[in-house]
């Protein structure tokens, strides 16, 4: 018996062994969840958006915005100014690896669409100007590296579009498929229209979304 408990085997009372978390999570941990939450829900209050069940090649490629100062650089973008300057905390290494974090996490489902508005106008603004690159469903594009658009609150896509149109976002150097936004954003022509867009949106919300299709990591 002697034997038995000193040549290896645990002892009585000995914690159990518990796998460390992955690199990511840890860098989630520190970095993202003060303000995006530990599911990554995000949180309206601060500004910040829902990221659970993003694609990996779209928070590399933003992140890689963020860090060479193709986002985040106006100054009147207050939240991109501050994702600037956490994503620069980041090495080469850390960026896909928490990148893979954020892709694994269950999309948040946001509440739904104000019914007072007119979804036939924007569901005929989305299927003219934005369904090309984000797909029918609105869980974007790989090969045109365009995100999805699901998963995301009203105020949040409300407040893009306006950056867009105002290039808050997408107008610095290097930041081709921000500029294309920049374009599209144009043919939304007045507020009512930008909210019709927006409800629409909210259409399309799926808790799974189409990971499948979504493909690996991509360049900027």
Request: hydrophobic share 35%.
């Amino acid at each position: 018996m002697l034997m038995l408990l000193t040549s290896g085997a645990p002892g009585w009372g000995a914690p159990p062994v518990t796998a460390s978390p992955a690199p990511g999570a840890v860098l989630f941990q520190n970095l993202c969840i003060h303000c995006h939450g530990s599911k990554g829900e995000g949180n309206a209050t601060l500004k910040a958006p829902s990221i659970a069940g993003l694609p990996d090649w779209y928070v590399v490629a933003q992140l890689q915005n963020f860090q060479f100062d193709r986002r985040g650089v106006h100054a009147a973008d207050t939240e991109g100014q501050m994702m600037r300057a956490i994503s620069k905390a980041l090495t080469p290494q850390q960026i896909p690896e928490v990148a893979s974090h954020v892709t694994q996490l269950p999309r948040v489902t946001p509440p739904p669409a104000n019914p007072a508005v007119d979804l036939a106008r924007g569901k005929e603004l989305y299927e003219e100007r934005c369904m090309e690159c984000h797909r029918y469903n609105g869980e974007g594009e790989l090969v045109f590296r365009s995100p999805p658009l699901v998963g995301f609150p009203d105020w949040y896509l409300t407040a893009q579009l306006r950056k867009f149109q105002r290039g808050l976002r997408g107008a610095e150097i290097g930041d081709e498929y921000g500029k294309k936004m920049i374009l599209s954003s144009s043919y939304v022509d007045d507020e009512p229209m930008l909210q019709s867009l927006v409800a629409y949106l909210l259409t399309l919300q799926s808790t799974t979304g189409a990971k499948e299709e979504r493909g690996g990591f991509g360049e900027d």
